[in-house]
């Protein structure tokens, strides 16, 4: 199992002369201690996200973001967890791909979605409601741009004559096409069309099971690859008196967030009641198979059970019930001390 941190953009600081200075320090030391990868997502035209009510991990330009960070990293691969991808143009984001591409020596994933908010479509003038089908259109379109070669393309949204995209992709290598999923729909849509799903935090790991089972099946049938990344909210504690009376209510209050701003997700029942219903429930009756939880040998319990019973290649830490960066980074310390070399391949 490899295992990606967000590129936390709440290490920025625009009042310094480098103010992405303390975010390369806290990338650099994240790839010292054996993190496979860092992603971020995206939204725009709001400075209010799920994510604690700023735009800390999702900035508005995400491929231009990375640049920098991956050129000052050697090892770490980077990904979109998600880009809106049928709100952009797929040439130009075949073009900004293989540039990122080509200085990172090939280091990224690109991880797309169809988005839920209509002003981030209906500002730059695509139709919002049309979003599905432009995305499957884009992913075709991407396809054929990202390898460099010359093509034409006549779809309902898109049509080419004899173009090509360069910088073509360094020899050998190719862009993974990831589709975040949080409906049946788009989780069918991964596996017909994509080289990988992105999960959200919001599945219940019971019912998940199911569903990874299901995808494997129908990307082999469409002959497709099947990588997982299990996005998973993570709070590790020295002790369980040291374990954040916070966690269990920040993780309530960004998962009903994602409801407000018109994030639908597949949910379980206890999850409905405690989000809608106001169900109190305590943390030890709420984490299990929803998050990774504890000291170090409660996390490595709850992680043996996602091994056991989804099995992902990637394990992407979210930071939703640890709002506070050096805590994250301290909690990230020690999870890549204790755990993570009890999972790795």
Known sequence: MKFGIIVNRKLVDRTASD?????????????????????????????????????????????????????????????????????????????????????????????????????????????????????????????????????SFRGDFFSFDDVMVTPPPLPGTHTPLWIGAVSEPAMLRAARLG???????????????????????????????????????????????????????????VWQSYEDLGSRADRDELSKEVMFGGKQVTLEEFAPNRAVVGTPEDCCREMQRIREMVNPEYLFITPTGVPDPQQQIAELRLFAREVMPHFRD
């Open 19 to 151: 103010p992405y200075g303390r975010l390369y320090s806290y990338l650099n030391e994240m790839e010292d201690l054996g993190y496979d990868l860092a992603w971020c997502g995206q939204h725009r035209f709001s400075d209010t996200t799920a994510f604690g009510g700023d735009t800390a991990t999702e900035p508005s330009a995400p491929l231009a973001m990375l640049a920098p960070l991956m050129a000052r990293t050697t090892r770490m691969q980077f990904a979109t967890n998600i880009m809106l991808l049928p709100a952009h143009h797929p040439l130009e984001v075949a073009e900004q791909v293989n540039t990122l591409q080509e200085m990172s020596g090939s280091r990224f994933i690109l991880g797309a979605g169809i988005g839920y908010k209509p002003d981030e479509f209906e500002n730059v003038g695509w139709n919002f409601k049309t979003r599905a089908r432009r995305f499957e259109e884009c992913l075709q379109v991407l396809r054929l741009a990202l390898t460099g070669e010359r093509f």
């Open 195 to 253: 080289d990988g799903w992105e999960i959200s935090f919001a599945e219940h790991l019971l019912e998940l099971a199911d569903k990874v089972k299901r995808y494997r099946s129908l990307a082999l049938e469409n002959d497709r690859p099947s990588t997982l990344a299990l996005m998973r909210d993570v709070h590790i504690a020295p002790t369980r008196d040291a374990i954040d009376p916070n966690f269990l209510p920040n993780i309530i209050r």
